[in-house]
């Protein structure tokens, strides 16, 4: 993939990101800065996904830890594990948010 297409896929996915935070119903503020996406719970706690054009990944801090996706296979699969972007996003946002929350991509 060539760093061009990785732009492109990956903010594109910080959009859908932000569209399904909006289409979740949960009390999740989103505030994007360039290639940094920031979701604020009501809890006073963040997390935060950012892209690392370098290494063609899609970064996300949370309290749980921190996360790398690398696209394969049409999808951003965590590094370690092999869990998808938005599944693992809505686990988090579940145990930040005190609630179930479900995001998912368009």
């Known amino acids: 993939m060539t760093d061009s297409e990785y ?7 910080l959009d ?13 503020e989103c505030e ?7 979701l604020e719970f009501e809890t006073g706690t963040k997390i935060i996904v950012n892209l ?5 990944e899609i970064w996300i801090a949370a309290k749980a830890g921190g996360f790398h996706y690398r696209h394969r296979d049409g999808q951003w699969l965590d590094t ?7 599944a693992s996003l809505s686990s988090l946002a579940s145990g930040q948010a005190g609630e179930s929350v479900e995001l998912a991509a368009r």
Do not use: K, P, Y
């Open 7 to 13: 732009l492109a896929l990956a903010e594109a996915t």
């Open 52 to 56: 690392q054009a370098a290494m063609h």
């Open 32 to 38: 994007r800065s360039g290639n940094v996406l920031t």
């Open 80 to 86: 370690r594990d092999g869990s998808e972007l938005f």
């Open 16 to 28: 859908a990101i932000e569209q399904a935070v909006d289409d979740s119903g949960a009390d999740i």
